[in-house]
């Protein structure tokens, strides 16, 4: 089965339901549903997920709306491999693009899926947004 790793802002974008990207996220998590293919994320993605909801939402209502996420995601880990060789990427600019890109690598998934392309431009692994994606399918 294909394994889509995606982006944290992919994920925001869903639960946000932010526009014009919400219908593309939603559009991905649904065709996973159906078992299409699988979507993973980066552990740092659920942090980085929680840090946004609480500025608007109770902390019950962010694990909530975390709990229901982690059941349509395979959580990839953060380990310490990830991290130095993170660390040690001076190709990236932004260090959580780099722990994205290496969590995704070594869960060898099958393409990153953001909405930034410009931060993976080195990327070993095809990089797409979800609307260049869905149109491929």
Not at 58 to 79: F, G, M, N, Q, T
Not at 97 to 122: C, H, M, P
Request: glycine share 2%; hydrophobic share 45%; net charge neutral.
């Amino acid at each position: 089965m294909k394994s889509l790793f995606l982006d944290t802002n992919i994920v925001i974008d869903l639960l946000a339901k932010r526009e014009p990207f919400y219908r593309s996220a939603a559009q991905l998590f649904s065709l996973a549903d159906k078992g299409k293919f699988q979507l993973c994320v980066s552990a740092l993605t659920f942090a980085n997920t929680n840090y946004i909801l609480l500025k608007e939402r109770k902390p019950e209502e962010a694990k909530l709306i975390l709990r229901r996420l982690k059941l349509l995601v395979k959580v990839v880990s953060l380990d310490d491999k990830i991290i130095g060789l993170s660390l040690n990427d001076n190709d990236f600019k932004d260090y959580e693009d780099a722990l994205q890109y290496y969590s995704a690598l070594e869960n060898e998934d099958n393409v990153i899926i953001t909405r930034n392309l410009k931060d993976f431009q080195r990327s070993k692994i095809p990089v797409l947004t979800a609307e260049q994606f869905l149109q491929q399918i």
